[in-house]
């Protein structure tokens, strides 16, 4: 159980992380695009 709980908040971070890169991603490119 405790490996699952490891397991489950390392996703949280990298889902998090991902969607913070897609994010500033997208601001990049609307900057970029004006």
């Given at each position: 159980m405790?490996?699952?709980k490891k397991i489950n908040r390392s996703w949280w971070c990298i889902s998090i992380f991902g969607l913070l890169?897609?994010?500033m991603h997208?601001?990049?490119k609307c900057?970029?695009?004006?």
């Open positions: 405790a490996l699952f890169l897609k994010y997208t601001i990049s900057k970029l695009g004006t």
